[in-house]
């Protein structure tokens, strides 16, 4: 089996050691503004805030090849030009390394007595990506050679970038200062930003042109001033801005050289966007260049990078006997978390940056997973997203994140929505002890005057549920549940329209989905107690009302939702079941056994169990449980989109590792540690061995991986932005280790097999830091609860 790379634990890196990766193996950096992607040949792209509007450097999502466009530096030696991450040009390297950091990436290449090393960061909190080029004369003789950066840039939206050339081929604008190249296109008019790519050290000659720097016919691999060894010197009028700096250098035997490049993005008031007619102010990009183009500023910068990872890595940690537990639990899951947080399913590889935005449940869930990290940001997120709720509760299912409003092009209507505001507003509040944050006054729809607290959007939320119930007193399942392409009120035969936005029938439906009255009772429950809180004290006779509602919610459950030996997924729009027995595709589902067995519906009569054995029955296959079962063999019109997939991909009976912890958690709280381990083992990454197969990064969890109908049952696609990440972190730290956040405690109740049941934790709640030694002992339902008391404590805990 080929490796491409291994973990380094100490380092919080993982080492990628042959630069052929099955797919490009991608890292993020930045923490807050300015983001990019990075792939392990320095492909990718950054931008500012928002990946449709403000993006900054040119990426082709359906090149050829995979993964064209990025910083790339060409080194020119001789007659042979390569370049320190392999591509483009791809001439075989003598070293080749990518390491992939904690919100860095160093690459380092190396050919013929010559070693380039390129770190790439972006300072928190800075809007700029550094790239500190490291040169080393490795040889015996004196080395004379040159360096070329190059950036494309593209022209802010990302989507009309695409595609109304007419317009763009003609708006180009670039300024050349000595310090760096600017891209100033439609600064003239409506934009007060411009991005530059500067240098700490005069340039022997430059590009913004990208016709004669590239040559009109050749590719990234062959740049015909690179091959020519000289520069144009052009300065762009439209067609395509590029920036390439060139360098003449010559090393003695064992010298090294340096240079930084900063590659920044700068928004302007809009009273001093000039200088002099035509001129930008460049003040803000002077300072920036300023600040890090030296080594010790950017020495400092790197440095503030790492304190900023280790200091959010230190809040929770395990040491165990299971090394790809401890990497995933400590290092890359919590990453993941972060990531998926700032981006939501924005941008990444198969994500393009134009389309989603932020979702209202995506980015619900993925708080679970970084409350206790960054809980001020938490806070912030969850009332932005409140804010995006209509007055009946009903929400836009996307945001854009630069204007936080409402996404118009897809509206509402997905019924599960609402609910997740209540899950991701007790993870916080749990997590924080922030019950101060239920009395914040939040907009409809961003509408200033139509403000409430945020507890009423929680009620209003709620309501939204049992006010559209269906015949079976079940939720209806509106434009569709989690599950967005089982579209029950689609009827579509017509492929131009979105099986997300269309609904042919609505009116007389009576489609009802079990997924939501799974999640309905597990948040109602969880509301009750936040509800009962002394620090909410809210009404008792309301709170007695959301008790009723939801054990009239079970009660339904029960009588209309239980197939036998599993939980109905949903009915439809005339009130045919689905996910059941009598189906010949598609009996079961995932999403409603996970659901029902969190809420412990019927647990008492042994449903829950029995919905379990149904899944590891049915579902399960070598890399982790299937969405459903049998796969769906042709397209059904009354079901939608799930169909429309081919057997084993993605929703039809692909492994969506995102409901997999549901299941597990459900395990995790029915005491069956085996299932829970194996489970768990399936879907995470660092247990994986065959990296070929996997073909995604092997540090990071999948959307996705091949279910056993598909061809190549075990590959994975849809990596990083998922609420995989969330909720495998719930699962493992909460479940699985079992430290439980509660309001005014943690609770200790792992579910874990005994043989790895002892090992440490270290876990930050608030004022309060515990070092804790847990021993399992394999006892059913043992718990512990540590009352929250702020200091230090050691607790040795047997279970
Ligand atoms: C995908 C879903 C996704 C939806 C919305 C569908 O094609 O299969 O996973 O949530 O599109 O973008
Ligand atoms: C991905 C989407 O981001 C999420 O919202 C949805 O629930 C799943 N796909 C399942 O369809």
Redesign the pocket.
Known sequence: MTQFGHFDDAAREYVITRPDTPWPWINYLGTRDFFSLISNTAGGYCFCRDAKFRRILRYRYNGVPMDAGGRYFYIKDGDTVWNPGWKPCKTPLDTYECRHGMGYTRIVGEKAGLRAEVLFFVPPDARCEIHRVKLTNTGKTPKRFQLWSFVEWCLWNASTDMENFQRNLSTGEVEIEPDALYHKTEYRERRDHYAFYGVNRPYDGFDTDRETFMGMYNGFEAPQQVLSGTSGNTVAHGWSPIASHRFDLELAPGASDELIFVLGYVKNPQEAKFTAPGVINKAQARKMLQAYGTPAGADIAFATLKSYWDDILSRFSVASAVPELDRTVNIWNQYQCMITFFFS?SASYFESGIG?GM?F??SNQDLAGIVHLIPARARQRILDIAATQFPDGGCYHQYQPLTKRGNNDIGGGFN?DPLWLIFGTVAYIKETGDFGILHEKVPFDNKPGTEVSLLEHLKISFAHVTDNLGPHGLPLIGR???????NLNCFSDNPDESFQTTENKTEGSKAESLMIAGLFVAEGKDFAELLAHPAVAADPKYVAKVRSAVAAMEKAVKAHGWDGEWFLRAYGYYGDKIGSNENEEGKIFIESQGWCTMARIGADEGLCDKALDAAVKHLECEHGLVLNAPAYTRYIKDYGEISSYPQGY??NAGI?C??NPWVIIGEAMAGRADDVWRHYCKITPAFTKDQSLRKVEPYVFC?MVAGRDAARPGEGKNSWL??TAAWTWKCVSEFILGIKPQYDGLLIEPCIPVAYGTYKVHRRFRDAEYDLTIRCTGKPGASHFIPYIPGHHTLDIEL
């Not at 569709?480 to 089982?486: F, G, V």
């Open positions: 399913r989603r979702g449940r995506d599960d569709a549940d989690w599950n967005d392409c089982l993605k929703e969506f995102h409901n959307q998922t609420g």
